[in-house]
C-alpha cells in the first residue's frame, strides 16, 4: 500500500530527488532551465531548501523527461527511477527459443539463478532427467546429421544443472509418464528397451538427488499449466514454442510462483512417492 506523505516532507523529498536526478545525470541549474523551458531562477526555487511548494504537474514531467527519470519517483510515488516504458521494457522481454536441450539463453538463465530454488513445468519429460538415447530419438528428427554434435555440446551444461547449487522443483502431467511407460502418444515410436532405461534412469535420478530434485506428478484433468520455469525471485519465463517470454517484475514472479506452488499441493505424487510410482510403471512396460 502507498504511503502517505505530508506535502512538507513531500516537497523536501522532491528537491533531493531532483538533485540526485541532476547529478546522475551531470546536469545543472542553467541547463535544467533550458531543457525544461523555464527560468534558471525557477530552477532555482525549486532546490532551495525554504522552498514551500511543489512545481505543477507540466514542469514536474518536463524536469522528469529532462533528467530521464518517472515524474512519479521525483514526487516519492514511486522508489523506481525508471520510466514506467523503461520499467515495461526491462520487466517482460522476448527471445527466440530455438530448438536444442540447453540453449545460450536458458543456461544464462540457470546459471544467474545459481543457489535459488528452481521451478520448473517442462513441455514434456525435462531433458536433464532424460536418457542419451530418448535425446537422440527427440531431437534428431529436428537436428539431422548435428543431434550428435548438439547432444555432446550440451551435456556439459546439463550436468552442471544437475550439481548445481539450486534446488530443482519439476511438476508435471502424471500422464507424460504414463504415456512414457505404456509407449502412448508422443512415445509410440519409442522403443521398449529405451523406455525401460529412461525410466530406470528417472528412479535413480529421483532418488539419489532427492531431497534437492523434487517432482511431481499432477491430474491434467483437473488441472493445467503451460510450460514455465521461475528463476527463484529473479525472474519467470513461459515457453511459447519459438520464443520465450520472461517476466522481471516481482508481482508477476510472485503470481507464477504461487501457481507452480499450487501444482505441487494439488499434485496427486509426491516427490517422495515417485520412484516406487515409477516402478509400478515400470512393471507395464
Known sequence: MLQIIDKRDRTVLFRQRLTEAMNQMGSNQTRLARETGTDRSTISQLLKEDGARLPNAHLVGACAEALGVSSDWLLGL?????????????????????????????????????????????????????????????????????????????????????????????????HEVENLATGAGYYSDLSREDRLRQIDHMIDLTETLYPRLRMYLFCARRMY?????????????????????????????????????????????????????????????
Open 78 to 174: 514511486s522508489e523506481r527511477p525508471e520510466s514506467a516504458a523503461d520499467l515495461l521494457a526491462t520487466s517482460l522481454t522476448m527471445t527466440e527459443a530455438p530448438r536444442a536441450l540447453v540453449d545460450e539463453q536458458i543456461f544464462s538463465w540457470h546459471k544467474e539463478a545459481e543457489g535459488y530454488k528452481i521451478r520448473h513445468v517442462p513441455a514434456m519429460l525435462p531433458d536433464m532427467l532424460k536418457t542419451r538415447a530418448v535425446l537422440e530419438w527427440e531431437y534428431e528428427p529436428h537436428l539431422g546429421r548435428t543431434t550428435e554434435q548438439a547432444i555432446s555440446a550440451s551435456s556439459e551444461r546439463l550436468d552442471w544443472m544437475r550439481v548445481s547449487s539450486s534446488d530443482y522443483e519439476i511438476c508435471l502431467p502424471r
Open 225 to 285: 499449466s503451460a510450460p514455465v520455469t521461475v528463476f527463484g525471485p529473479l525472474l519467470a519465463v513461459l515457453y511459447l514454442g519459438r520464443n520465450y517470454l520472461a517476466f522481471r517484475d516481482s508481482n508477476r514472479i510472485t503470481g507464477i510462483t504461487a501457481h507452480f506452488d499450487h501444482l505441487v499441493r494439488q499434485s496427486e505424487i509426491s516427490a517422495r512417492a515417485l520412484p516406487d510410482h515409477l516402478r509400478q510403471l515400470r512393471e507395464q512396460i
